[in-house]
């Protein structure tokens, strides 16, 4: 199975200011159809997950352009320029490239 | 607006077994790979089970092959999950979600307790 390291477990961030979390797969993500399937979750205290980014660098509709996905090989980034309150809550990564779909230990955010 | 409402969770015995239903509206059922995750209490995501557009194709996380299986019925716009021979270690809330994690469920809570 392809182990999604994600670093560093526990993020405190002050309001206004950038955060960065990283994701390192054990193995290529790139599908033959070209496409590197990883994607990046926020689950907020007490709520379902919601899928912001997709395919490394595509945002989900709705979602604030202050989340940015990037990298490429087994080494990916979400940044948030500016972190807000409601940004509060716990980040996964995950891969859809191989079976089975596998998650990152998980980032949890505080301000 | 997508819809996913999971329901049939509850509490079950070691070694029992419980069907998980999602009942999915609000966009074209049919046409998408679904899935089902968990969340155990306190823990991480992990993903359990895809199913493809037309139930020809499945995949499972070994922790559950065997036991768990995915199902859905196209007509009714609804997702399954039959869980089978129950461990402690497969408390959680179960979430259903679209194949590649779009939209999710509020998720459903297994507890396995004697």
């Known amino acids: 199975d392809v182990v999604m390291s994600q670093s560093p477990l526990s993020l405190l961030v002050t309001l206004g200011q950038p955060a960065s979390i990283s994701c390192r797969p054990s193995q290529s993500l790139i599908y033959s159809d070209g496409y590197t399937y990883l994607s990046w979750f926020q689950q907020r205290p007490g709520q379902s997950p919601r899928r912001l980014i997709y395919?490394?660098?595509n945002r989900d509709s709705g979602v604030p352009d202050r989340f940015s996905g990037s990298g490429s090989g087994t080494d990916f980034t979400l940044k948030i320029s500016r972190v807000e309150a409601e940004d509060v809550g716990v980040y996964y990564c995950m891969q859809g490239t191989h079976w089975p779909r596998t998650f990152g230990q998980g980032t949890k955010l505080e301000i | 607006e997508v819809q996913l409402v999971e329901s049939g969770g509850g509490l079950v015995q070691p070694g029992g077994s419980l069907r998980l239903s999602c009942a999915a509206s609000?966009?074209?059922?049919?046409?998408?790979?679904m899935s089902w995750a968990r969340q155990a209490p306190g823990k991480g995501l992990e993903w359990v089970a895809n199913?493809?557009?037309?139930?020809?194709?499945?995949y499972y996380v070994d922790s559950v092959k065997g036991r768990f299986t995915i199902s859905r019925d196209n007509t009714k716009n609804s997702l399954y999950l039959q869980i089978n021979s129950l461990r402690a270690e497969d408390t959680a809330v179960y979430y259903c979600?679209?194949?590649?994690?779009?939209?999710w469920g509020q998720g459903t809570l297994v507890i396995v307790s004697s």
């Open positions: 979600a679209t194949g590649a994690g779009q939209d």
């Open positions: 199913i493809k557009e037309d139930g020809s194709e499945k």
């Open positions: 395919k490394v660098s």
């Open positions: 609000g966009f074209m059922f049919s046409g998408h790979w």
